[in-house]
């Protein structure tokens, strides 16, 4: 068992900045786990935004990249998001994700929803213009 616990979503203007944790947990739990964030506005699909393998390889998707920082303390088995420059789109539920990791044509990789096994149940981020 797996359990990924999600916090730090709240209500912030645009151009602000909020931090996400994600602590994992759970007898089937261990830091060589690749772990990802995903986010998921309303009436639009699940779209992975970043993603960080057990050797602290970081990749990450272009809407996001140069705004967003993902990291992980592995002494505490928390995940974190570091989201600056936040604007309106930016507003969905976001979710921390478990799995083996993605690589494709070797190259590190974060996937799509179906490669990851363990999924938290996400906090909300709702950015206002």
């Known amino acids: 068992q797996v359990l990924l616990v999600e916090s730090g979503g709240g209500s912030v203007q645009a151009g602000g900045s909020l931090r996400l944790s994600c602590a994992a947990s759970g007898h089937d739990y261990n830091s060589a786990y690749s772990m990802a964030w995903f986010r998921q506005a309303p009436g639009k699909e699940r779209e992975g935004l970043a993603a960080?393998?057990?050797?602290?390889?970081?990749t990450y998707a272009d809407s996001v990249k140069d705004r967003f920082t993902i990291s992980k303390d592995n002494t505490k088995n928390i995940l974190y998001l570091q989201m600056n420059s936040l604007t309106p789109e930016d507003t969905a539920m976001y979710y921390c994700a478990a799995g083996a990791g993605v690589y494709r044509d070797y190259r590190f990789d974060i996937g799509s929803e179906g490669d990851y096994g363990y999924w938290g149940k996400g906090t909300q981020v709702t950015v206002s213009s």
């Open positions: 960080i393998d057990s050797d602290a390889t970081t």
